[in-house]
């Protein structure tokens, strides 16, 4: 026995399922019946079972569809099978002993569709951490705090104060306001 599906998929799409049962006996089977465990969420119809009479030395195609109704990640089986002689006397049944799985991933929405006016959807990212600062943009000072380095201590503002003063950079690089591109890069000039 073997059964083929697809290891993927999307929320409302139709898999198809091919389970493949071999009769390596010389002896037909007067009858066999199938039954296919599905998971309610990728049910297409209610009962997934097959009844039918096996040849000897042949094999038989069995395909269903499954409907993706929600994501998520399911198992697909075990597979059942029933049998027995011609006459009833001896029964034999046989559960596939794994399963298959399938992922359904969410249906993707293209953004035009959202009806978005930004090409931002969630608006401008926010970050309290400058990226890096560039030397060569002042922008202001601040009180010295415990581990600020001594390259940056604004030593004639110190000397106008008397405290130490430390000097505040503009960022080089800054998250995008509203434009498409991801970063938006200034050049860093380092001071000589």
């Known amino acids: 026995m073997t059964r083929t599906i697809q290891p993927y ?11 493949r049962i071999d009769n390596r006996a010389w002896l037909p089977l007067a009858w066999l019946q199938l039954r296919e465990t599905v998971p309610p969420d990728l049910r297409d119809s209610a009962e ?3 009844v039918t009479s096996v040849g000897g030395r042949t094999a038989i195609d069995y395909r269903y569809r499954l409907y993706c109704r929600r994501r998520g990640y399911y198992k697909v089986g075990p ?12 029964e034999a049944r046989w559960t596939e002993a794994g399963d298959s ?6 249906q993707i929405v293209p953004l035009s569709r959202l009806g978005l006016s930004s090409r931002m959807p969630f608006g401008n990212l926010a970050t309290r951490r400058q990226i890096t600062d560039d030397p060569s943009k002042l922008s202001g000072v601040r009180g010295y705090a415990s581990g600020d380095s001594l390259r940056r201590i604004h030593w004639k ?3 106008h104060e008397g405290t130490l003063l430390v ?6 690089q ?3 306001s509203s434009s498409p591109s991801i970063w938006r890069a200034t050049p860093i000039r380092h001071a000589r």
């Open 167 to 172: 000097k505040k950079f503009q960022p080089s």
């Open 9 to 19: 998929a999307f929320t409302n799409e139709y898999v198809p399922v091919d389970v």
């Open 101 to 106: 799985t399938i992922i359904v991933y969410p």
């Open 48 to 50: 997934y079972r097959l």
């Open 157 to 159: 503002a110190t000397a």
């Open 79 to 90: 597979l059942g099978l029933n049998t027995s002689d011609l006459f009833g006397f001896v």
């Open 174 to 176: 800054e998250l995008p």
